[in-house]
Nanobody
Framework: VQLVESGGGLVQAGGSLRLSCAASGSTFSINTMGWYRQAPGKQRELVAVITLAGGRTNYADSVKGRFTISRDNAKNTMYLQMNSLKPEDTAVYYC???????????WGQGTQVTVSS
């Protein structure tokens, strides 16, 4: 499984960005995908996850009501719509896919999101 993120950039506080994560390879084996982020000097943290079959979602408290995770199974792509961005949302955002058959997590290379105050 290969994952490629896109859509990061620089935005002012209150603005919006939409991240995309395109999966390729053995995508049929993935059952859950998620977005994580890592700010400088901090540990990587969960932002949101989604199951590919049922579309069930879960969000970190810090982004609830502002971020929306979604997926397009036909395009093997996951999205993160980020609204009302805050400077504390600044981080490198990573896409992750979980393959239960092998119990392996696959990661993308990350995309930088910078929110200016």
């Amino acid at each position: 499984v290969q994952l490629v993120e896109s859509g990061g950039g620089l935005v002012q506080a209150g603005g919006s960005l939409r991240l995309s994560c395109a999966a390729s390879g053995s995508t049929f084996s993935i059952n859950t995908m998620g977005w994580y982020r890592q700010a400088p000097g901090k540990q990587r943290e969960l932002v949101a996850v989604i199951t590919l079959a049922g579309g069930r979602t879960n969000y970190a408290d810090s982004v609830k009501g502002r971020f929306t995770i979604s997926r397009d199974n036909a395009k093997n792509t996951m999205y993160l719509q980020m609204n009302s961005l805050k400077p504390e949302d600044t981080a490198v955002y990573y896409c992750k896919a979980y393959v239960p058959a092998t119990r392996v997590d696959y990661w993308g290379q990350g995309t930088q999101v910078t929110v200016s105050s």
